[in-house]
């Protein structure tokens, strides 16, 4: 086995190492601001869980009064 061959042998494994790399890094890139905006929102809602939910009993209470009528 010569040089060259050796270096082809090594070579192919790294290049398809470096691939996975970047797809993983692409898709970190697509998820990220995805996985922030989810999280944002998760914890605003856990932090005014009772005004929203008091909100959302209200809009039902108010919409079944107006269907019932």
Request: proline letters at 4%.
């Given at each position: 086995m010569?040089?060259?061959q050796r270096q082809?042998?090594?070579r192919r494994p790294?290049?398809?190492?470096k691939s996975l790399?970047?797809?993983?890094r692409q898709l970190c890139r697509?998820?990220?601001?995805?996985v922030a905006l989810v999280i944002t929102l998760v914890s605003f809602f856990i932090k005014?869980?009772?005004p929203i939910l008091a909100?959302?009993?209200q809009i039902l209470e108010w919409?079944?009064?107006f269907l019932s009528d």
């Open positions: 010569n040089k060259f082809t042998l090594t790294n290049r398809s190492r790399l970047l797809r993983i697509f998820w990220q601001p995805i005014f869980w009772q909100a959302i009993a919409a079944s009064h």
